[in-house]
């Protein structure tokens, strides 16, 4: 397991600017049918959805063909990820995920989407252990293509701890990835900043109740509610293009029940670039890359989150990032399990 060895070795070492703040801590529950809970003093902090694919009406395969973890806030008390159903049933929580796939014999399949018999499924859990500290969760995870068949294998690895960060309470999240070819055939991945890449989409209440206070702070400053940028894949060239390419965080504060949070999502050096990102007022971010898998060099990926109650500044995400880059090496093909 050394990737998990790995993982755990960075997160918790040398963080100068986040204390941690654990009482009794976490602790994952027993599993059920479709999900396992993981607590913090007692309260919900993360929560592994699995679900088995359904294919008994097109409504339950919408639910049941992707996993994703949802998240709490600090508090416990609020769920900020939406999970099936609302604006855009696919965005859920945290998520992973191409919709332009090319593998075998030109075989082409949309793993964001998840159309025609296309879905990612759980296949077993490798690791889950838990701390007063911290708590880390390892699942192999199948992506299945036009035919159902399974073409590429995932270990999923997610980390979560209790920290505070310039005088705020929040998780640091780390989300890692590595990607396989299932039977050695090569395997390219490609989207757009909307419909692939890593994640982040917020609660159905901000879209039905806030998206006009949602705002972006970034490397350059404070957006305006509502603005957003989003890398324009129809015109690679197009001017704005470069403001929302390789950005080392991105922030998104959104309103949620009533209170507001922010988001901090963390891009690390070794992940493959350019790296381009997306931004909607209704509570989706992240960012997508162009990369290609073979039998000797599956895919790598490494992220973090920041999540907290209020708001932040430029400087305070930017310590975030600095500890992320100078904490986390990148991972090596035998990191996996």
């Not at 529950?29 to 929560?47: E, I, K, N, Y």
């Not at 679900?51 to 097109?58: A, K, N, V």
Request: hydrophobic letters at 35%; charged letters at 25%.
């Amino acid at each position: 397991m050394r990737l998990v060895a790995l993982l755990s070795s960075f997160a918790f070492c040398g963080l100068s600017d986040l204390v941690s703040l654990a009482a009794d801590g976490f602790q994952w529950q027993a599993p059920a049918a479709d999900h396992v809970d993981l607590t913090f003093d007692g309260r919900p902090a993360l929560r592994y959805v699995m679900p088995q694919l359904d294919e008994s009406s097109p409504e339950r395969r919408n639910e049941t063909f992707k996993p994703f973890h949802h998240v709490w806030s600090p508090d416990g008390k609020t769920l900020l990820t939406k999970g099936t159903g609302g604006l855009y049933p696919h965005h859920r929580g945290l998520f992973y995920g191409f919709n332009k796939i090319t593998y075998g014999d030109g075989k082409q399949c949309d793993a964001w989407h998840c159309t025609g018999k296309a879905y990612q499924s759980h296949r077993e859990a490798l690791l889950q252990k838990a701390t007063k500290r911290f708590a880390v969760q390892s699942v192999r995870i199948d992506w299945h293509g036009e035919d159902g068949e399974v073409f590429a294998h995932e270990t999923r690895f997610v980390e979560v701890s209790r920290q505070e960060h310039y005088g705020a309470e929040g998780w640091l999240i780390t989300f890692a990835s590595q990607l396989r070819t299932a039977d050695g055939q090569p395997i390219h991945l490609d989207g757009d900043p909307q419909h692939a890449g890593f994640q982040f989409r917020a609660s159905q209440y901000v879209p039905d109740h806030a998206a006009q206070q949602t705002y972006y702070l970034r490397p350059d400053g404070k957006g305006e509610p509502g603005e957003t940028r989003n890398w324009d894949h129809e015109h690679a060239d197009a001017p704005g293009n470069a403001r929302s390419e390789n950005l080392p965080w991105n922030a998104m504060s959104v309103v949620i029940d009533g209170k507001r949070f922010t988001i901090v999502y963390l891009d690390h050096p070794s992940n493959p670039k350019p790296a381009r990102y997306s931004e909607r007022d209704y509570g989706r971010f992240g960012s997508y890359f162009v990369a290609d898998v073979t039998a000797d060099k599956p895919l790598d990926v490494m992220y973090r989150l920041w999540i907290q109650a209020g708001e932040m500044t430029v400087d305070a995400c930017q310590s975030l990032s600095q500890t992320f880059i100078v904490e986390a090496p990148p991972m090596q093909p035998s990191d996996a399990p």
